[in-house]
């Protein structure tokens, strides 16, 4: 805050320019620059107390109630079991079909299936509401192969069976 | 889980969170060491008190820390600074109820320092001084922002319209303006004196 007019002020006018300078010649108080690094510090310690007592409050919290926490916790694992088990059973691969001879016992209620395979039609209409997905069921065995899951599509050509399912049916 | 446990994980080493807040707190001092006198300046030049430009200065460098994750976009940081306490104190302005005239000029006239010159001289030069505020203070608000803004030359006519959130062409418009309400305004008084 050093200003220091010219020496023949009282016969000059002054000018608003000069006025103006003042204020961006005016030197601030003194020690301005070190209370602001103090502001500042006290204020990032703040800042970090704060962020330490809301975890020392969630600690708190759970030590004080130990059936929650319990609770809690096991309720973590279980849902986490839940996923994984779930994970587990739909990527298992489908059980292989029953092969049955025709006229044996338990024949009546098992799945027929020609061991050379048979031929699957060409186009199936889809009789369920999905569109778009063909359903081919269990137990169809194309040229020998493992059954299809119940998504999947059909290639079109398709090499021709010697014997065809309805041999079995008989 | 016990609390052991989660006090272990919090003891450990410079996070790299860590490591970021230090580079930003010793950004952070850079700009004080920088920019807080002329900051003050501008605190100054709206609150003609000292200990409130000096709390809109501090309150300035508070946010800045706040929002020290921002600190790496920014390009201008003298500019965005000035923005930053200008708000404040045109905030502090509008909320503060009105304080006797006379307080503001006795804290002015502090920034003339009587050396060569005898007391009468000083005190004509206040006086002077005195009046040229009272007639800035009395131009349109616009006029008058832009005009305490130009007293600083450091900052040219672009980044005085960036700090108002205006136009270059809209900062040399008002600036003409306000030189000529003011020059109108002195004559006027001192054909009255």
Redesign the interface.
């Known amino acids: ?5 010219p ?1 023949n ?2 016969c000059r ?2 000018s ?14 003194a020690g ?2 070190e ?3 103090i ?2 510090s006290q ?2 310690t703040l800042q970090r107390t704060a962020k330490a007592s809301r ?1 020392s409050q969630q ?1 708190f919290f759970f ?1 004080a109630h130990p059936r929650l ?1 319990t609770a809690s ?1 096991l309720g973590a694992v279980c849902l986490m079991a839940g996923f994984g088990l779930h994970h587990l059973h739909s990527s298992a691969p489908l059980p292989p079909p029953i092969r049955m001879n025709p006229g044996s016992m338990g024949a009546a209620g098992a799945i027929r299936v020609a061991p050379a395979g048979v031929r699957a039609p060409e186009a199936i209409a889809p009789t369920s509401s999905l569109a778009g997905r063909e359903n081919h069921g269990r137990g169809v065995v194309i040229s020998g192969k493992k059954p299809l899951p119940k998504s999947a599509v059909v290639p079109k050509n398709l090499p021709q069976a010697e014997e065809s399912a309805d041999q079995g049916k008989k | 889980m016990s609390s052991a446990q989660i006090a272990g994980w919090m003891g450990t080493t410079v996070t790299p969170a860590q490591e970021e807040s230090g580079n930003s707190a010793a950004l952070i001092s850079a700009l004080v060491e920088q920019y807080s006198t002329m900051l003050y300046r501008v605190a100054y030049s709206v609150t003609r008190n000292a200990s409130e430009a000096e709390d809109a200065v501090q309150e300035a460098f508070l946010r800045v820390l706040r929002h020290r994750d921002e600190l790496g976009e920014i390009r201008d940081h003298r500019v965005w600074l000035i923005r930053i306490v200008w708000n404040i104190v045109l905030d502090k302005k509008r909320r503060a109820k009105s304080r006797p005239e006379a307080e503001d000029i006795e804290d002015f006239s502090r920034l003339l320092v009587s050396a060569e010159i005898s007391a009468d001289e000083y005190a004509i030069a206040a006086q002077q001084h005195a009046q040229i505020l009272v007639q800035i203070d009395q131009l349109p608000e616009k006029e008058r922002r832009v005009l305490l803004l130009s007293a600083f030359e450091e900052l040219s006519t672009v980044q005085i319209a960036s700090i108002l959130g205006t136009t270059d062409s809209a900062v040399r418009a008002r600036l003409f303006r306000a030189r000529k309400q003011l020059q109108a305004a002195l004559e006027k008084q001192r054909r009255q004196q």
């Open positions: 805050m050093n200003f220091v007019p020496q002020s009282t006018e002054i608003p320019e000069e006025t103006l300078r003042l204020f961006a010649k005016a030197n601030p108080p301005l620059k209370r602001i690094e502001r500042l204020e990032q975890w600690i030590s926490a916790l």
